[in-house]
Each structure stands twice: as structure tokens, then as C-alpha cells.
């Protein structure tokens, strides 16, 4: 009931894009919004271990260790327990999913609904239970969840409930290791060092992945932080793309030589054999 509460305020707030930004409440930080708020007595200071990953054709994944520290201005407050969340969030793309029904003897679709983005890889890594450590309000406006991390409907609802169909899609993306949810996942030592390690999968698309690291304390955010890792294809891989989409009757003409070429050798080598 839960999940499927997330999913409806998730993509109603997304809906609202103007209001998330003006609810802004982070200090100035590279690559962030500038807002007239004082900075906090606590902020993030961190790093990646890597913020370039490159797609070969031997690429099976890749590792990324997220790391950084508390810099405090002041005391720690007393009664409230620090908590840390990471995000990983890959290019959003539109998803349509389809539901099969069997008419006649014959499986086709029936239904569909249509997202207007979702991210093709999102992974988060908490300190504790997310529950525990992250109030509904700010999740909300940071979209921190895996329910949330998905944007608005794209186009009228033409079914009666939409919830069964975004749970399937979640589902199906955590089977193939493309969203993930580690509670646990980030490590605080002393209250003041924090680390999370993600293990990214072979099937990467490239694009710029956004990191964000939440500072916490009961449930309300102190400090936000947010960076990008480059994911791209590179050498053979990187040059096929290219060729493929920027000059597609050469990539054409070159694939039909090399199965003609792949052909005739195969030929040759059988008369040899005989």
C-alpha cells in the first residue's frame, strides 16, 4: 500500500516541476541552483573515486566508490541521529508499458501506459532504513525513492489503474540489476566520514549519471550535494555508434562487404578442407 502510494505522489509531483525547484532549500554548490539561503552549520564535502566510465566491447560493468565528509561550522545537534542517502541516477528516458492478454487463442497487448521519463538506471544506498532516517515531505520534493525517481504520465490514462503497471516496470528493472535499493549500503564512521559503493551493470546506455548525497537529521534535509559521472562508448564500440547514426548507408555498405567477405571465407575454407 505503501509502495503504491509512493507511486501516485510520485508521478502527481511530477506534474509540478516549477513548485520542486522554488522548494529548493541547498546552499550554492557547482552545478546546483543559487539560492539566497545561508549555508548550513553541517555540509557535505565529497568526492568520486572515478567520473568518466568508458563502454568497450568487453565491458561488464564497473565499480564507483562515492565518499566524503561532514564539515560542521558548529556542534553536532543533540537528539537527532546524522543520516546519509546516495543516489545514482542514469539519463531519463520515455517508457511505454504494455500489458498482454490472450484474445482468441492469441497473446496481444491490450493495455498501456505511457511515462514520460524515467531513469534507466537508479540506484540509492542509505545509512539505515529509509523509513527510519527520511520523512515522506522530503522525499517528496527531492524525489529520493525509487517510486518518485519516475516523472509524470505521458498522454491521457487510458486505463482504469495505473498503479499495476509503473510496480511492473520497477519489478522488471530490478531483475535485470537496473534499480537497486540498499539500505545499509552507506557507511558513517565517528558521524563525520561516510562511504557507499556501487556496482554498475553491463548494460549501461551512456549519458551523464547524477550523483546526489543527502545529509539527514530527523528525517529533514541539511545539506545536499550533486555531481555527474560521464558514461560513454569508446574505441570500436564508440566508433560503430558514430557510423551508425551518423552515416548509415556507408555503415550499411561496409556490413554487406563484411558478410559477403565472412561468405566467401567461409566458402574457401571448406573447398580447402575437402
Partial sequence: ?????????????????????????????PGMPITNRPEPD????AGLSR????????????????????KREAPQPDG?????????????GPVTIRRKSR????????????????????????????EDILSRRTDIQQRISIPLAMRAFSGPITVEDSIPFTEAMVDIRKQQGLYKMESGGVHI????????????PANLIEGDYKTRIFLLRGGKLVDKYQSAIEVRKVGL?????????????????????????AGWAAAAIFRFVR
Fill in 237 to 261: 564500440e564508440r566508433w560503430l555508434y558514430s557510423l551508425a547514426h551518423e552515416n548509415a548507408p556507408l555503415y550499411g555498405l561496409l556490413s554487406l562487404a563484411l558478410a559477403v567477405f
Fill in 103 to 130: 484474445e482468441f487463442g492469441i497473446w496481444v497487448n491490450t493495455a498501456s501506459v505511457g511515462v514520460a521519463a524515467a531513469p534507466s538506471y537508479y540506484a540509492v544506498a542509505t545509512s539505515g532504513p529509509m
Fill in 189 to 200: 564512521v565517528d558521524d563525520t566520514l561516510f562511504r557507499a559503493d556501487f556496482a554498475l
Fill in 51 to 70: 567520473d568518466n566510465i568508458g563502454i568497450t566491447t568487453s565491458f561488464d560493468g564497473s565499480q564507483i566508490l562515492i565518499y566524503g565528509a561532514i
Fill in 1 to 29: 500500500m505503501i509502495r503504491a502510494a509512493l507511486l501516485v505522489l510520485g508521478l502527481c509531483a511530477a506534474a509540478l516541476p516549477a513548485l520542486a525547484q522554488t522548494r529548493q532549500v541547498l546552499p550554492a554548490r
Fill in 80 to 92: 537527532q541521529k546524522l543520516a546519509v542517502i546516495v543516489t545514482l541516477e542514469g539519463p531519463l
Fill in 42 to 45: 553541517e555540509q557535505i564535502v
